[in-house]
């Protein structure tokens, strides 16, 4: 099975660097050498593979492949431009595990195992809030992390395993199935950490750096929220006919639009990079919890679009911050008059992450997040989510206005962008090579980020497949049979996975009692009593 | 009620009172590692042999990534180590223990008839309550710890109560999730030890944000960005 070489690769490395950690050049060297082999183990990853192991087993699929295919690239750039940026000897380490076990998570049809992969992915992440402060700050922000992490996991295997078994003989109301999707969707909620719940992610801000802020914060949740699509498209959304889960998607629709709207504002008003990438992307995690609450398969495919560019633009974004910060010395914004023409290709790469964070109509990501509002809210609400969602406007808009100002006389500010080559020393090489790289960090940041910034936009544009991934299957053991052709059902729910089995088992039946109007229950108005009845295949 | 499936719960909820009851860091990690190898066995029918192994290879290497972290090592200065414990005494988590068992036992199943035994939901219950005041209040890495990993091991015994016994996939899954938790903690415990005298104390939340400095600007730019 193909995936295998990407497991070993991705925790071995991951082990080999914490080993190494001591040399630090060892250690990012060797991260970087296995970032660039689990790229390699990723391209060579074949989909619709399965592997039986007991009741359950690991699957690939298209989505699979891409995903990991684009953390690789991304993690491998992002690690580059850590190295060049003077980042945390733990982050090649963090990268790798956060994608093996997100390689983990989506290969696992059964949604309770893929659970606790998401979750240790999630666990490693609190690691990178030992180095920068080092000492006890960084274990205070990272124990917090790492609660945020352990409480979203509680939750999730406890709903999951709820809903997760024969329950044809169901005595308690069946509110409880919202309060199962409840749980699940806060718990991608806490691991996003999105408004209101993202206290523990604006101190994750403070202390880690740039580069590796969207692994704890975009890349690790982005396999809960895919998990937890799936799990919530094959056991809540066909009983949402007969089970009213609108409360409960009321209470996801109303995180998902406050972070959406609320997040925008507090990046506009913030007057660091860190922060703002940091709200940056919990606002478009909001599209995300939208996905979530959408609880229709119509949904399926775009949510797993814009998961796809969410992940990648936030990341480009980042790679964006870390090179600015390399160039300039400084993150404050007040500090960065005339970034933009300093830097012609920082701006460049600044434009590419704009449009592909944004977007244009004609563009796969946009036209995803469109989808997603238009299938979640209507009225109103739909025009909040559309302001919302262009509202990051108002803070690249900010940004580049401080790019375009009159640069600042100061001390450095004259550094060039430009590539800088001193005269080749055949008789030290190790010495030219060393003090060329010193000389040129800022460029290598941002050559670095301006590529990450191409790959952000193709993907936004649907380039590498990401639709036609976004719309197969979820993991089969039984019959691998993801199709990557677009006009295949887009619907997970008609070849389930072994976890997704027992939903079905449920069949509630209004009771009608002398109501003639309970003939025809729907999500809203006083919906009529259920009961359970047992199935044939209950 | 099978009597050894009960003194097996027993001994789990034991565990976890000593491990949150406790102020000697190592009588906690004992204690949670007594918890966590017994937790797989928690089950009827018992887990596959593969799987067990799994699971008590992974809880053994968990905690004991804990007992590096908190031995004493006259490298990390001169105070032990300590942690916190109850603050309302061992009695009392003894009572906050079987109060919850016995929601969790009355409850078993959740208003459906569930696959594993009654005594895995109590046991549960139990390591749920136990584990919330020291994963919300705690004041030391360790006692924070100490409810995470309870939380996290309570959740994966309701799940055996709920699902039945786990697959020896799930439970090499879960095993990986262990360890991956015990690590981080034990790196977390070890930053915290290796700052200033040692303890495992977390520094005090000021309710406010960090603000960064403003960046100074470098007086020789070819020495590259501060770090």
């Known amino acids: ?538 | 009620m099978n009597p050894i499936l009960a003194g097996v719960a027993l001994a789990v909820i034991a565990g976890a009172v000593a491990a949150v009851a406790s102020r000697d860091p190592r009588v906690a990690v004992l204690a949670l590692a007594t918890t966590l190898i017994l937790s797989p066995l928690l089950a009827d029918p018992v887990a596959a042999p593969v799987g067990l192994a799994a699971r008590f290879v992974g809880s053994i290497l968990a905690a004991y990534l804990l007992w590096i972290a908190v031995r004493d090592r006259p490298s990390v200065g001169p105070v032990s180590a300590a942690t916190e414990g109850s603050r309302i005494g061992w009695p009392a988590e003894v009572l906050i223990a079987a109060a919850a068992s016995v929601v969790g036992y009355s409850a078993h199943g959740l208003g459906a008839p569930a696959d594993g035994p009654a005594l895995a939901s109590a046991a549960g219950f139990a390591l749920a309550a136990l584990a919330v005041v020291p994963m919300l209040t705690g004041r030391d890495v360790l006692r924070m710890g100490t409810g995470l990993i309870l939380l996290l091991d309570a959740a994966l015994v309701v799940r055996v109560g709920l699902g039945g016994t786990p697959d020896p996939l799930e439970q090499l899954v879960t095993s990986g999730l262990l360890v991956a938790l015990g690590g981080t903690l034990a790196t977390l415990a070890m930053a915290a030890r290796g700052d200033g005298t040692g303890g495992l104390e977390l520094t005090a939340d000021s309710g406010t944000r960090r603000r960064w400095e403003p960046d100074a600007h470098p007086l020789d730019p070819a020495a590259g960005p501060p770090r």
Request: with cysteine; net charge negative.
């Open chain 1, 1 to 538: 099975m193909t995936l295998l070489p990407f497991l070993i690769v991705t925790i071995g490395g991951a082990l080999a660097v914490l080993f190494l950690r001591g040399p630090e050049r060892l250690a990012t060297a060797v991260g970087l050498l296995a970032l660039l082999v689990a790229l390699v183990s990723a391209l060579a990853m074949r989909p619709n593979e399965s592997l039986a192991i007991g009741e359950s087993g690991l699957a690939t699929t298209g989505y699979l492949r891409l995903f990991l295919v684009l953390g690789s690239l991304v993690g491998l750039i992002l690690a580059v431009i850590g190295a060049a940026a003077g980042s945390r000897r733990d982050a090649t380490a963090v990268t790798l595990a956060v994608l093996g076990t997100s390689a983990l998570a989506l290969s696992l049809p059964d949604a309770r195992l893929a659970v606790l992969a998401a979750t240790a992915g999630g666990a490693f992440g609190a690691l990178l809030c030992v180095a920068p402060l080092g000492g006890r700050a960084g274990a205070t922000i990272g124990i917090r992390a790492l609660r945020a992490t352990v409480v979203a996991g509680t939750m999730a295997i406890a709903a999951i395993a709820w809903i997760g078994r024969d329950l044809s003989e169901l005595a308690a109301q069946p509110v409880v199935f919202g309060l199962a999707y409840l749980a699940v969707a806060l718990a991608v909620a806490i691991r996003f950490g999105v408004i209101p719940v993202h206290a523990w992610a604006a101190r994750l801000a403070d202390t880690v750096p740039e580069t590796t802020l969207p692994l704890v914060t975009a890349w690790a949740p982005a396999a809960l929220a895919i998990v937890a699509l799936a799990w919530a498209d094959a056991s809540i959304a066909p009983l949402r006919v007969d089970v009213d889960v609108d409360q409960a998607r009321a209470v996801v629709l109303a995180v998902a639009l406050a972070s959406i709207v609320l997040a925008s504002v507090a990046a506009w008003i913030q007057d660091d990079l860190e922060h703002i990438v940091g709200y940056a992307i919990i606002g478009e995690a909001g599209v995300v919890m939208l996905a979530v609450a959408a609880l229709d398969p119509e949904a399926w495919a775009p949510a797993r679009m814009w998961i796809l560019s969410f992940v990648v633009a936030r990341s480009a974004f980042a790679a964006w911050a870390a090179a600015v910060r390399t160039t300039f010395f400084t993150g404050r914004v007040a500090d960065l008059r005339g970034w933009a023409i300093r830097s012609p290709l920082l701006a460049i790469a600044f434009l590419f992450i704009v449009l592909a964070s944004i977007g244009l109509p004609g563009l796969a990501a946009f036209d995803a997040r469109g989808a997603l509002i238009e299938g979640t809210v209507d009225g109103p609400l739909a025009v909040v989510a559309w302001i919302g969602v262009l509202s990051p406007l108002a803070f690249y808009g900010r940004l580049f206005l401080v790019g375009v100002g009159r640069p600042d006389p100061r001390p450095g500010a004259d550094t060039s962008w430009l590539p800088v080559f001193s005269p080749l020393a055949l008789t030290d090489l190790r010495r030219w090579a060393t003090m060329t790289w010193s000389d040129n960090r800022a460029f290598i940041a941002t050559g670095s980020a301006t590529l990450l910034a191409v790959v952000a936009l193709a993907v936004s544009a649907g380039m590498f497949g990401g639709p036609a991934a976004a719309a197969g299957l979820p993991p089969t053991v039984e019959r691998a049979a993801e199709s990557l052709e677009p006009d295949q059902p887009e619907s997970p729910l008609e070849t389930p996975g072994p976890s997704l089995e027992p939903e079905p088992s449920v069949e509630l039946e209004p009771s009608l009692e002398g109501d003639p109007g309970a003939s025809e229950p729907g999500p809203e108005g006083p919906g009529p009593s259920f009961e359970p009845v047992p199935t044939a295949s209950g």
